[in-house]
């Protein structure tokens, strides 16, 4: 085998891995916009995608004192459903073991909280359409 062969076939592969789906391309590219959306109406974003061992939350933000968790739902603009129908309670429950997890992690137990829902629908073509659902989920009592 000669050494051009060898370059060729190695140029065929690709060593920065898999090219990402485009439905989780276009989750990140949601929850890059509900990060900024929320940074302009004053939230300060803690965490981006936050994961522990009993769940993951896509945003922590404060929003003065309060502690918000927030779930981003993502949608191109030709699916039919509502973005927020798709975090029905098993996500809610996920998310609240996650934000317990938080809490307890960054000695915030004793911090009010809340669960917030940014529904994102972003066409091929075009801007994305925000909207922000404050208190979307309430915890329940531990």
């Not at 920065?16 to 890059?32: A, Q």
């Not at 934000?99 to 669960?115: T, V």
Request: proline fraction near 7%; aromatic fraction near 10%; charged fraction near 30%.
């Amino acid at each position: 085998m000669s050494f051009a062969f060898i370059k060729n076939k190695l140029k065929r592969l690709s060593w920065r891995g898999r090219r990402p789906e485009p439905k989780l391309s276009l989750g990140s590219r949601g929850e890059g916009a509900a990060a900024r959306y929320l940074k302009r109406r004053h939230y300060r974003v803690m965490a981006r995608n936050y994961a522990c061992p009993v769940g993951e939350i896509d945003l922590v933000c404060q929003d003065g004192d309060t502690l918000v968790f927030v779930e981003v739902r993502t949608r191109a603009d030709d699916e039919h459903q509502n973005p927020e129908e798709f975090a029905g309670p098993g996500k809610w429950r996920r998310v609240e073991r996650a934000a317990r997890y938080y809490l307890m992690e960054h000695d915030a137990a004793g911090r009010p909280c809340r669960f917030d829902l940014v529904s994102v629908v972003w066409p091929p073509r075009g801007t994305p359409r925000l909207e922000h659902f404050e208190d979307a989920f309430q915890a329940r009592q531990p």
